[in-house]
């Protein structure tokens, strides 16, 4: 099993810009996220999705849209690319709720993306 | 809503010395806690979780962390640790309702 995985690995942009940040799991999970992390400030949830076909906003989920595909795969889309969008980009997936605890969440190995 | 702080951002460190990263979290309801691991260019690994029963939990590599709900606190300790240790460590807090919500992270600096 692959686990997460991210493509790209590495982008840079224009400010402008768009593109689309690819994320797909292999471990049948329902829930899937999206978190940048930036310097000092640990990881921030962007968008996740707690099913298919359900998508939620997190903390900072402004300048970006999400879609969930199918159960394999969570895109992260970035229409007009700013310098403060320069970040680590982690998806991760994990098994859906079944009592009132959190499961485990399993990451990608991310996309670093500088926007210029 | 809940919040979490690592209080130390670098904790540099001698091979084969203790340590202990500093962990503490803010909620309204019943919180699980979780740290997980960075190691340079690689996504987060699970390190180990709080989620009930005993309030000590250990990890496979020697890792352990005490559940402290008065102080608020579940602090990371290592008795001795390895160069292989040097990495970054995510405190993060969970209710379940919603995703987890992660510290800044404490880069853990071993030194021979």
């Known amino acids: 099993n692959a686990g997460v995985t991210q493509t790209p690995k590495f982008q840079v942009l224009k400010t402008g810009q768009s593109m689309t940040l690819q994320c797909a799991q292999d471990m049948n999970h329902n829930s899937m996220y999206w978190y940048r992390q930036d310097p000092g400030m640990g990881l921030r949830l962007i968008y996740y999705?707690?099913?298919?076909?359900?998508?939620d906003k997190g903390e900072v989920p402004n300048g970006y849209n999400v879609s969930r595909l199918n159960k394999r795969e969570f895109s992260l889309r970035l229409e007009s690319a700013a310098p403060s969008q320069t970040s680590v980009y982690f998806c991760?997936?994990?098994?859906?709720?079944?009592?009132?605890?959190?499961?485990?969440?399993?990451f990608g190995p991310g996309t670093r993306l500088t926007v210029l | 809503a809940q919040s979490v702080t690592q209080l130390d951002s670098q904790v540099p460190v001698f091979e084969e010395a203790p340590v202990e990263l500093r962990c503490n979290y803010s909620?309204?309801?019943?919180?699980?806690l979780f740290w997980y691991v960075q190691y340079p260019n690689q996504g987060l690994q699970l390190l180990l979780k709080?989620?009930?029963?005993?309030?000590l939990v250990e990890s496979i590599n020697g890792f352990e962390a005490e559940f402290n709900k008065s102080q608020t606190s579940f602090h990371l300790r290592k008795p001795s640790v390895h160069i292989s240790d040097t990495a970054e460590y995510f405190c993060?807090?969970?209710?379940?309702?919603?995703?987890?919500?992660f510290g800044s992270g404490t880069r853990l600096q071993v030194q021979p």
């Open positions: 999705s707690a099913s298919e076909g359900t998508t």
């Open positions: 909620s309204s309801v019943s919180v699980y």
């Open positions: 993060a807090a969970g209710t379940g309702r919603r995703a987890l919500t």
């Open positions: 991760a997936s994990s098994e859906a709720r079944t009592g009132w605890a959190p499961n485990e969440q399993f």
């Open positions: 709080y989620l009930s029963g005993s309030t």
